[in-house]
């Protein structure tokens, strides 16, 4: 895996997975798999990608924030039950930083929110990746 070096956004491989930018021709794989799956929103309440237009705009809205230099810090949340989440956020380098108490409202449903963050080497917060 290679390591982010602060410009731009990396490509990360590993045997099993590709992290990447987001391409425009991704929307239309988004909406299909993601986007008409109810799993998707089930522990978040939102679907970014529940139609095609709205996966086509969450690609360019991401693809002008990766566009941006000096990202030192990446956050990201899930409840607190989403335990397939959760391993993929530590397994990808995420330290769990919080519990937010019933913090997070689906529908009926109230969950814990998990804050995870990955700090890039050398950063502001002192914090090691």
Do not use: F
């Amino acid at each position: 895996m290679k390591e982010y070096d602060g410009h731009g956004t990396t490509e990360l491989k590993t045997e099993r997975l590709t992290l990447r930018r987001y391409r425009p021709d991704d929307a239309e794989a988004l909406y299909r798999y993601l986007g008409t799956d109810p799993a998707m929103y089930q522990y978040s309440g939102w679907n970014p990608y529940a139609t095609l237009e709205m996966a086509q705009e969450t690609v360019q809205v991401l693809e002008y924030l990766t566009e941006k230099e000096g990202i030192s810090c990446v956050t990201a949340w899930c409840a607190a039950e989403n335990a397939g989440s959760r391993r993929v956020l530590e397994k990808a380098g995420m330290q769990l930083v919080r519990a937010e108490k019933e913090s997070l409202a689906v529908g009926d449903r109230v969950y814990d929110r998990m804050i995870y963050e990955y700090w890039k080497k050398g950063s502001a917060s002192g914090k090691e990746a």
